[in-house]
């Protein structure tokens, strides 16, 4: 366990600040790496497309604490006819890859947008 957190503090040391934020939708989006052409491995990110929202781009050092804890800080958020900011989480969903979204309900749980909408679909088709 020490050595991961070694490995944290020299990848926090190391790590310029990386990440891209295009957030304006908090609609589903799928996942993708940056192909190994693009530079060494400490140099690719993880691409999270938004249909016609621009990208959310995850750094070397959030991949590591999302694959560590299973959701990353973004950023905080106002979406419109909200009164107050939000934070926003990229996470993985079985069956959507990584998303991202805002905490949800008293639990405060992160629902994948993407999956959501699929049962709602499903909802109104089987009434």
């Known amino acids: 366990f020490s050595s991961l957190i070694q490995v944290g503090i ?45 990208v959310v781009t995850l750094g070397l050092y959030k991949r590591l604490i999302l694959s560590l804890a299973g959701q990353v800080y973004v950023e905080h958020r106002t979406m ?9 989480y990229a996470f993985k969903c ?18 994948c947008p993407r999956c959501y909408r699929e049962r709602d679909f499903l909802r109104i088709l089987t009434g």
């Open 94 to 111: 079985q069956d959507h890859g990584t998303v991202v979204d805002y905490p949800h309900g008293y639990d405060q749980r992160l629902d």
């Open 80 to 88: 419109p006819g909200w009164s107050g900011s939000l934070p926003f």
């Open 10 to 54: 020299t990848l926090s040391k190391h790590l310029t600040e990386e990440e891209d934020l295009d957030l304006t939708n908090i609609e589903g989006s799928t996942a993708k790496a940056e192909s190994s052409e693009t530079g060494p491995p400490s140099n690719r990110r993880i691409l999270i497309e938004r249909p016609g929202d621009g």
